[in-house]
């Protein structure tokens, strides 16, 4: 089992930064792969960056160039930086485990509200 803890969302004007944080209960090396989703309002949940525990990083066309997924080993913890927001990354954003076996666990999400 994994406990994801998310932290970081909040208001923030177009064209602005967040930095949002993911600590996992367990060591990233016994995951598979962590991810980060985000779902607005009326819509279905979507995939924004997800990365392979050895391999690369895939991210969503809608945020390539903006958005970026890194890590740290040592605390146990994902990151996603975001930076040019759009009005249209407005979301609840998600940090996601995959452990394999089709077993995935979830955080509780962090709201990004991107608004002037």
């Known amino acids: 089992q994994v406990q994801l803890v998310e932290s970081g969302g909040g208001l923030v004007q177009p064209g602005g930064s967040l930095r949002l944080s993911c600590a996992a209960s367990?060591?990233?090396?016994?995951?598979?792969?962590m991810g980060w989703y985000r779902q607005a309002p009326g819509q279905q949940r979507e995939l924004v960056a997800r990365?392979?525990?050895?391999?690369?990083?895939h991210y969503a066309d809608s945020v390539k160039g903006r958005f970026t997924f890194s890590r740290d080993n040592t605390k146990n913890t994902v990151y996603l930086q975001m930076n040019n927001l759009k009005p249209e990354d407005t979301a609840i954003y998600y940090c996601?485990?995959?452990?394999?076996?089709?077993?995935?666990?979830w955080g509780q999400g962090t709201q990004v509200t991107v608004s002037s």
């Open positions: 996601n485990a995959d452990i394999g076996g089709s077993t995935n666990y």
């Open positions: 367990r060591s990233l090396f016994s995951i598979n792969a």
């Open positions: 990365a392979l525990r050895y391999g690369s990083t």
